[in-house]
Nanobody, 113 residues
Framework: QVQLVESGGGLVQAGESLRLSCAAS????????MGWYRQAPGKQRELVAA???????NYVDSVSGRFTISRDGAKNTVYLQMNSLKPEDTAVYYC???????WGQGTQVTVSS
């Protein structure tokens, strides 16, 4: 059974940073495609960043250069480092195992101006 548990969300001011963590069990994240998604109120859930099995990454244009997705095989954890946060980054952020189509419960990120 795949379980994904996100943590690290919170309330920050514009320009500050946060690091989200997604601890996985039931899968080996270093050989799984993983992604971070977000959903703002009244908007559709969107893919923010993804890391493929081979380790290559891709980002939505709005976060490129500010966010970095990474993984730690020893901790079986995926991270999303978010720098230079903007109010428009406010959303619930979800971790997803793309390979197994499983989702975490989400963590709230709120950026004040």
């Amino acid at each position: 059974q795949v379980q994904l548990v996100e943590s690290g969300g919170g309330l920050v001011q514009a320009g500050e940073s946060l690091r989200l963590s997604c601890a996985a069990s039931g899968i080996i994240i270093s050989i799984s495609a993983m992604g971070w998604y977000r959903q703002a109120p009244g908007k559709q859930r969107e893919l923010v960043a993804a890391i493929a099995r081979a380790g290559n990454t891709n980002y939505v244009d709005s976060v490129s250069g500010r966010f970095t997705i990474s993984r730690d095989g020893a901790k079986n954890t995926v991270y999303l480092q978010m720098n230079s946060l903007k109010p428009e980054d406010t959303a619930v952020y979800y971790c997803r195992s793309i390979s197994y189509d499983s989702w975490g419960q989400g963590t709230q990120v709120t950026v004040s101006s």
